[in-house]
């Protein structure tokens, strides 16, 4: 695989570029009908789709080097004022067999590790480094991203389920200025989507759900939640650098 190719994507790529694995054109497909759908709950995410401004990654089961070069790419995005409010999404190659959801959540967890291990650069000296810590928030490139799994093991939890492929969608936390969770913004835009959520999912909103800078609240238990209705306990499988 040549990785100097293999960087950040945009919509146009799946199309006109013909060194893509067949697996990420099926899964890309099957991730831009979901989130086109009309009920699709979150509408920040179908604009987003419909309007160009997401971009993508991929990893291979057997080298992720190319992630950390594309998801510092992306970041760099930033630097022009018009891509304020742009997402991340790196598909990842599906297993042979579909996983079980622990299996899913392992994988999760190691790639962020991967990454925080290959970032160059360090964390401010008041970035709480404990994920315990509720204002802990995963860094790469200097920048507090809020990172989201989605697997096909989600079963009741459907608007997890974006395909075949465990796909992570990374949101630098700067796009939330102005509907932050204790902003009357951030409240009512969230609200809406989550009652949209409740109903797609046919299940009520997972207890670890919060906002960031609740001092109740766990960060990290919000990237990668149950498929169910019961709050996550033990540890938090990432450790920094400065902690191992």
């Known amino acids: 695989m040549n990785t100097l190719e ?3 994507l945009v919509k146009e790529d799946f199309n006109k570029r013909d060194d ?20 699709f709950p979150c509408y920040f995410g179908m604009a987003a789709e419909l309007g160009g401004e997401l971009r993508y990654a991929y990893i291979e089961r057997d080298d992720w080097s190319n992630l950390p070069k594309a998801l510092m790419e992306f970041l760099e995005l930033f630097e022009n004022p018009k891509h304020k409010r742009h997402g991340f999404f790196v598909f990842v190659e599906p297993f042979e067999e579909e996983g079980a959801l622990d299996d899913y959540r392992k994988e999760f967890w190691d790639i ?3 990454l925080h291990e290959q970032d160059p650069v360090e964390w401010p000296e008041d970035a709480p ?6 204002l802990w928030d995963f860094r790469f490139g200097g920048e507090p991203i809020f990172v989201f799994g989605n697997a096909p093991a989600y ?31 951030g409240i009512n835009s969230r609200e809406k989507v989550r009652e949209r ?30 498929d169910d209705t019961v709050p ?11 902690m191992s």
């Open 6 to 8: 293999n960087k950040m």
């Open 20 to 39: 893509l694995p067949e697996w990420l054109l099926r899964e890309y497909e099957t991730f831009r009908k979901t989130v086109t759908n009309k009920t």
């Open 112 to 114: 962020l590790q991967y």
């Open 129 to 134: 480094k404990d994920p315990d810590h509720f």
């Open 155 to 185: 079963k009741q939890r459907k608007t997890r389920d974006l395909g075949n492929s465990m796909v992570l969608g990374f949101q630098p936390r700067k796009i939330f200025k102005g509907l932050e969770g204790t902003e009357p913004g």
């Open 197 to 226: 959520v409740e109903k797609w999912d046919n299940l009520p909103k997972h207890p670890d759900i919060s906002h960031f800078g609740d001092p109740t609240h766990n960060e990290w238990k919000q990237f990668f939640i149950g």
């Open 232 to 242: 996550i306990e033990g540890k938090c499988p990432f450790r920094h650098k400065d």
